[in-house]
Structures are given as structure tokens and as C-alpha cells.
């Protein structure tokens, strides 16, 4: 039996960067034994090259910028009920342009098709770029936590249409040159780990049991109309992912 301290610095709509600079502002300070990254390829790729997510709520590992941004976060982060306001205010924003038709209550597929860019057979320059930044601020955040004698564990965030056949035959056979996508494949989730294995960084990949609990019990992991987890998903990634932890012996001794 153990006695376990967790601590969400957890923050929706942001990026691997952002994320990052959490850590460094908050995470340190509160000494922790090892340090739960997940990572959503779908979007934390996007917000990792601007390129492919020209707006400017991500930040971006640009010259002269990344303190700036810090200064920011830190800034917001001074006034919590603001942020959280911000933050609800945008995810409505977001379902009510993105996730789904009000007319008809079917998903966009066009907000689907862009994510789904980086499920493409013949991987696009711009995504291959943009595991460039993505090495580096993971190197960053290891080199820290490491440095503050803790362990940096990252796990994979499948989304829907990762693990529902049902839901990704839908969207596929509503957008136009479907086979140039390959997700049954999972060369994302490939990529991911080769990258976190040349990191030397502990990789927890959610995406087999995912689909594995959705085939067998019939269990939708899913909000029915987007691509979040519902509780039942995020009972089976604490699952999975402290039965690693465990496995993998990561628990520092007392």
C-alpha cells in the first residue's frame, strides 16, 4: 500500500511547450518523484510547429520569445479564476465551432480531416519538422526533471478515432482520398516512442489496451461526440498507467 501525493498542473488547450514551462514554474517546487506528461498526437504536434498551427495562443520555440512566454504563463497563472474563466470561454468556443453540426449533431468533418493530417500514409514535411521542437522541448523537460533527482514518464492520449472502428470508418467515408490516411497503422504512436526510447525517457503507450477494452467490453472510452476521453477513459489510463509504474518498479523507495 502506498501513500501518494498527486499534483495536476494539468491545463486544457495548451501545448507540449507550454506544459514544459508549467514544470519550471511550478512542478519543481513541489519536489516531486516522477512527473506524468501525456501526449496527444493529433494537436500537441500542430501546436509544436507554426506551420501547422499559425494562431497565437501556442508558443513556439522561437529566438527571443520563450521567456517572454513564460512571463506570460507566470502571469496568468497569478490569477488562477481567470485563467479558468479563459479557458471555459475558449473550450465552448471551440465545441461550438468544431465538434459537431448543432443541426444534426454529426461531427465536422473538416475539423477531423486536419486533425487527421498527421495520421497520413507519406508523413508531410511540415509534421516531420515539427518533431524537430518536439525532440527539443521533451529533451528540455527531461534534462530538468532529471536534474531534480525525479523520473519523466510520458504516456500516449489515443484519441476516438484511434480506437473506435466504428467512429473512424464514419469520418473516413466522409472525406474525399481517405486512403491517404494510414491510422490503423499507428505510425504516430511508433514514432513517439522511438523518439522517447532515443531519449531515454519511460513511455507508457496507451493505444493497444485502449482498443483492446473497446473490442472486448464493448466499453466507449469517448465522448459520443468528440474526441476527449470520458470518465470511463480516464479511469482506464490511471489504470494502465499506475499498473506500469508499478511494474516498471518506478516508485522511488521510501
Given at each position: 500500500?502506498?501513500?501518494?501525493?498527486?499534483i495536476s498542473l494539468?491545463?486544457s488547450?495548451r501545448?507540449?511547450l507550454?506544459e514544459?514551462l508549467?514544470y519550471?514554474?511550478?512542478?519543481?517546487?513541489?519536489?516531486?518523484?516522477?512527473?506524468?506528461?501525456?501526449?496527444?498526437?493529433?494537436?500537441?504536434?500542430?501546436?509544436?510547429?507554426?506551420?501547422?498551427?499559425?494562431?497565437?495562443?501556442p508558443p513556439?520555440?522561437l529566438?527571443g520569445?520563450?521567456k517572454?512566454r513564460?512571463?506570460q504563463?507566470a502571469?496568468?497563472?497569478?490569477?488562477?479564476?481567470g485563467?479558468?474563466h479563459?479557458?471555459?470561454?475558449?473550450q465552448?468556443?471551440?465545441r461550438?465551432l468544431?465538434?459537431h453540426?448543432?443541426?444534426?449533431?454529426?461531427?465536422h468533418?473538416?475539423?477531423y480531416e486536419?486533425?487527421?493530417?498527421?495520421h497520413?500514409?507519406?508523413e508531410?514535411?511540415?509534421?516531420?519538422?515539427?518533431?524537430?521542437?518536439?525532440?527539443?522541448?521533451l529533451r528540455?523537460?527531461?534534462d530538468e526533471?532529471t536534474?531534480?533527482d525525479?523520473?519523466?514518464?510520458?504516456?500516449?492520449?489515443?484519441?476516438?478515432?484511434?480506437?473506435d472502428?466504428?467512429?473512424?470508418?464514419?469520418?473516413?467515408?466522409r472525406i474525399?482520398n481517405?486512403?491517404?490516411?494510414?491510422?490503423?497503422?499507428?505510425?504516430?504512436f511508433t514514432r513517439?516512442?522511438n523518439l522517447?526510447?532515443?531519449?531515454?525517457?519511460e513511455?507508457?503507450?496507451?493505444?493497444?489496451?485502449?482498443?483492446?477494452?473497446h473490442?472486448?467490453k464493448n466499453i466507449?472510452?469517448?465522448g459520443?461526440?468528440?474526441y476527449r476521453?470520458n470518465?470511463?477513459?480516464h479511469?482506464?489510463?490511471a489504470?494502465i498507467?499506475?499498473r506500469?509504474?508499478?511494474?516498471?518498479e518506478?516508485?522511488?523507495?521510501?
Open positions: 500500500e502506498f501513500k501518494i501525493e498527486v494539468a491545463l488547450g501545448g507540449t507550454d514544459c508549467m519550471d514554474l511550478h512542478g519543481n517546487a513541489c519536489q516531486p518523484d516522477f512527473v506524468l506528461l501525456a501526449f496527444f498526437p493529433i494537436n500537441d504536434l500542430r501546436e509544436n510547429n507554426r506551420e501547422l498551427e499559425p494562431k497565437d495562443s513556439y520555440l529566438p520569445k520563450l517572454r513564460a512571463d504563463l502571469a496568468l497563472q497569478e490569477n488562477r479564476m485563467l479558468i479563459q479557458l471555459a470561454i475558449r465552448l468556443i471551440r461550438a468544431h465538434y453540426d448543432n443541426r444534426n449533431k454529426k461531427p468533418i473538416a475539423f486536419e486533425l487527421l493530417e498527421v497520413q500514409c507519406e508531410a514535411p511540415a509534421f516531420t519538422r515539427a518533431w524537430q521542437p518536439t525532440e527539443r522541448i528540455r523537460l527531461r526533471v536534474k531534480n525525479a523520473s519523466l514518464i510520458v504516456f500516449s492520449a489515443p484519441a476516438k478515432i484511434d480506437v472502428p466504428t467512429h473512424r470508418k464514419y469520418v473516413l467515408d474525399e481517405s486512403d491517404r490516411f494510414c491510422i490503423e497503422e499507428g505510425a504516430v513517439l516512442k522517447l526510447k532515443k531519449l531515454e525517457i513511455y507508457i503507450d496507451l493505444l493497444p489496451e485502449f482498443e483492446a477494452v473490442r472486448r466507449h472510452l469517448h459520443a461526440e468528440d476521453w470518465a470511463a477513459g479511469h482506464h489510463a489504470r498507467v499506475w506500469e509504474i508499478q511494474r516498471r518506478l516508485i522511488p523507495s521510501p
